[in-house]
């Protein structure tokens, strides 16, 4: 079945680490995004990547990095200059063209 | 002035009941609009979207869009225990694909 997956489910991160979330679609999607949620907030844009070897920073990049060698694969590490990483990290991926976005299960990051 | 706004809630229907959620926009030349369920600690899962102005309905959902006073609703019919969750709205802006998400507003479906 085609979809989104990201792992891990659960990542604890000790202060100062740097730590990569994996983002893959088999969905042959060309755009790539990367959303933060606070407890009870919206979602904020953190990456997007439109096609391969490109990617645009979003409204809160500061502490965050992210490639796109593959077209299937997104990965977003979270560096130690992030100084409030606790949250939870959605992937989501769509075709070019308005039709809302495939979201991957989540990654649940917490500071340890 | 946030780009997407929403009522965080919670909003309390009582089961049967007709749920009414509102949410503007501030980029009149925004061309897309979703509406997400997320139920707590689960990822967003699309429930409709709707281009054109008026009103278009899937099944107990029907979504409202009025581009000259940028608001777009969500109406939920015969409210279910199932349908608490937090409800999202979305918007394609004017340039690009990027969605830019509301900050959702809580349902809470009272048997």
């Known amino acids: 079945d085609g979809g989104i997956t990201q792992s891990p489910k659960y990542l604890f991160r000790k202060e100062g680490q740097n730590v990569t979330l994996s983002c893959e679609q088999n969905?042959?999607?060309?755009?790539m995004y990367w959303y933060r949620q606070d407890p009870g907030q919206g979602l904020r844009l953190i990456y997007y990547?439109?096609?391969?070897?490109?990617?645009q920073k979003g409204d809160i990049a500061e502490g965050y990095s992210v490639s796109r060698e593959k077209k299937e694969s997104f990965p977003l590490t979270v560096t130690s200059a992030q100084k409030n990483p606790t949250a939870f990290y959605l992937c989501a991926s769509t075709n070019t063209g308005p039709y809302g976005y495939t979201f991957g299960s989540g990654t649940r990051l917490t500071v340890v | 002035q946030k780009e997407v706004e929403q009522n965080s809630g919670p909003l309390s229907v009582p089961e049967g009941a007709i749920a009414s959620l509102n949410c503007t926009y501030s980029d009149r030349g925004s061309q897309s609009f979703f509406w997400y369920r997320q139920y707590s600690g689960k990822s967003p899962e699309l429930i409709m979207f709707?281009?054109?102005?008026g009103d278009k309905e899937d099944g107990r959902f029907t979504a409202q869009l009025n581009k000259a006073s940028q608001y777009v609703s969500l109406l939920i019919r015969d409210s279910q225990p199932s349908d608490s969750a937090t409800y999202l709205c979305?918007?394609?802006?004017?340039?690009?694909?990027?969605?830019?998400f509301g900050g959702g507003t809580r349902v809470l479906v009272k048997p």
């Open positions: 979305a918007v394609i802006q004017a340039a690009g694909n990027k969605l830019t």
């Open positions: 990547s439109q096609i391969v070897n490109d990617f």
């Open positions: 969905l042959n999607h060309d755009a």
């Open positions: 709707i281009y054109s102005n």
